[in-house]
């Protein structure tokens, strides 16, 4: 039987908490990590570095969270952790809440400290544990059984489906890896972080690929860390490779989110096109089943919570008060695991930010006295006119501020940063009264409790959110020029006005859409995988363009040029500048002249996507510099 792992929470100053872990494990034979970036004598990582390293393990992992409490590197650093192992956190009781959620007008004695005080008791801080000795991971029955039907099915002579789900520390990874091992075929080995296959290339000699450079005669495709891909490029790997044996895992909870998107909705779609197995693994390889560890964390970030039935009651909207909400666990519990239902990918942060955050409100919605809906929002703008222009021209960036920013950046209007605005972050509704009105009825008590400028929000391109938002007085003034590495798809920022110079802005902004939707919609479709319906969507109620004048290409240029802009938010300026011209480069001319797909642009001239993306600004610049006049 594993050893138990354990938790030491050493509180006081960086410097105490420091002096503290260094005496406690002075002389002790262990294999300790270091999150941090102070001398110490042994192995050390930076804060930011933690993902590096994930799928190692260690008896001793200490984090220092004196400056602020980092809710994913705590879910990150107590899965490094194996059996008999202690996970070591350095907390300041005294110190502010954490700085990285002071958003502009808050400074840092704003943000409270309400996910520390719940570390804090249910971490409680006690003498220190020595690690215990255990011997390595040898694997389980479980993964044991898991590997044979793995290396059964990629060795099958007709094409496959192989999905594997588990939580953290489950042996996914080492799984994808035996199976792998010696087998005959052509084998592609892929993620979206090529540093998280090191777990996999531990047990087998396949070389990672770029996701892009899947080659088309591969016959084994094995895609770890599925979850993080966007669905519509999981679903062009399957459909361009129609005889491959395919195998997807994905981490079911944890730091980067519950993974469920991927199992309701690229799952659903891959069983309708070939046969698929779905291999599930509980039982932990680094650890004791039910640890007390992994017990306190998923408590403490409520994590992989079950969602009840919701028995019919009376409506009630309420502004949650985020105090009460955080005494109140049941209360808590429902909100979030709502918000974890409804989102694809919703993570330890996102607790901490609707605990923490000054800038953020919870509005729900109560079906008799259970959650039916939820409704996060952020309170943007307002921001001072040097700033705005600042960020306008490429001098600053400001974060926190999503709607604010692409207004006063992407879209060129310094104007709109001192606007007043809610931004709504996220609507959930209960699965038991989804098309039952209840979202419309908590966007409209939202819209009630504020008095702003103007009423917004950003999401990954839905026809069906375009549509809903439509309803409520919402309109389209811009879509992004590349699809989330998240869903796959464009942003859409949608804008609703209350004051007449919010609606004076809102007739601006979709006069400038409709001059560049035509050019911006003929790139989203050839770089392919964005839903027909946006097209549509958008097309709804757009006038015809006006033709541009030239300070309106000039300043989208120099916008551009600044690094405000996106290429395509420029798009129409850009190929104004390269029109009739003979000297353009060939790597501009494939995007500007042939609006060629990104992809093949990068690839056909032997760079990475964001190198292009450099080279092309800087190519742009060159011919700014050299033309005889005007755009």
Known sequence: MQAPRACWTVTGSRERTRTAVLGA???????????????????????????RVLGSDRDVVVLDLTGGVDADRVGMAHGLVRAGGVLVL??????????????????????????????????????????????????????????????????????????????????KSAALGLALAGLDARVALTSTDPDGLASVRRFCDAAPVDLEDVPPDAEVIVVDEAARVPLPALQRLVADHPCARLAFATTTDGYEGT????????????????????????TPVRWAPDDPLERAVHDLFLLDLPLGPLPPGPLAHARLDRAALAADEPLLREVFALLVHAHYRTTPSDLHRI?????????????????????????????????????????????GHALADTLVCHAGRPDAGGLRMVRSVRLATHPDVRRRGLASRLVSAVHEAYDVDLFGTLFSADPDVVRFRRQHGYEVVRVGSSASARSGQPAVVMVRPVTPVARALLADLRAELALDWPTQRALLAVDGDVDPGLFAAVDTGLSEPRPPDAAALEARLQGYLAGARTYEAAAVAIEALVAGRTDVPALLAARAVHRAPWRRVAREAGLTPRAALREVRRQVARLVATRADGC
Do not use: K
């Open 355 to 399: 605990l923490d955050a000054p800038n953020l409100d919870v509005h729900a919605l109560f079906v008799g006295d259970r959650v039916g809906a939820v409704n996060l929002v952020a309170r943007e703008g307002t921001l001072p006119a040097a700033l705005s222009a600042d960020l306008a021209a490429g001098r600053q960036r400001i974060r």
């Open 25 to 51: 494990l002075e002389g002790v034979p262990a294999d300790v990590l270091w999150v941090g970036d102070e001398e110490v004598p042994w192995p050390t990582v930076a804060p930011g570095g933690l993902r």
């Open 259 to 282: 993974g469920r998107g991927f199992v309701l909705r690229f799952l659903r779609w891959l069983e309708g096109e070939r046969p698929t197995e779905v291999l599930r693994m509980s």
């Open 90 to 171: 350095r907390v300041d009781p005294e110190a502010p809440g954490s700085p990285g959620l002071a958003l502009h007008p808050y400074d840092p004695t704003d943000v409270t400290a309400r996910l520390r005080d719940r570390l804090l008791e249910r971490l409680p801080p006690g003498p220190p544990r020595l690690p215990v000795p255990c011997a390595p991971p040898t694997g389980t029955p479980e993964q044991a059984a898991v590997v044979d039907v793995l290396r059964a099915r990629l060795s099958a002579t007709e094409p496959t489906a192989t999905v594997v789900l588990a939580p953290r520390g489950r042996g």
